[in-house]
């Protein structure tokens, strides 16, 4: 079975051309966020998916230089 079977496109966002690795999601003042690690730099994206079919971009943090960001969790 194709790893597509039975899913469906929902929404799109390109991270302004970064890759995304990790995810974690968390719900604040109403609103859900997406934290995606970054794999290929040092950094971390963050979306409003709140509306998962017009997902918005936020912001990007950079990580520390010359380290790997490849884990993210959200608490609290």
Do not use: C, H
Not at 24 to 46: H, N, T
Request: glycine share 12%; no cysteine.
């Amino acid at each position: 079975m194709p790893f597509s079977e039975n899913v469906e496109l929902i929404g799109y966002e390109d991270l302004q051309g970064r890759s995304g690795f990790k995810l974690a999601m968390q719900e604040a003042g109403g609103r859900f966020y997406l934290y995606v690690a970054a794999l290929w730099e040092p950094g971390l994206s963050i979306l409003d998916v709140t509306d998962p079919a017009q997902p918005r971009f936020v912001r990007w943090i950079d990580g520390p230089p010359g380290t790997w960001t490849l884990q993210v969790q959200v608490a609290g």
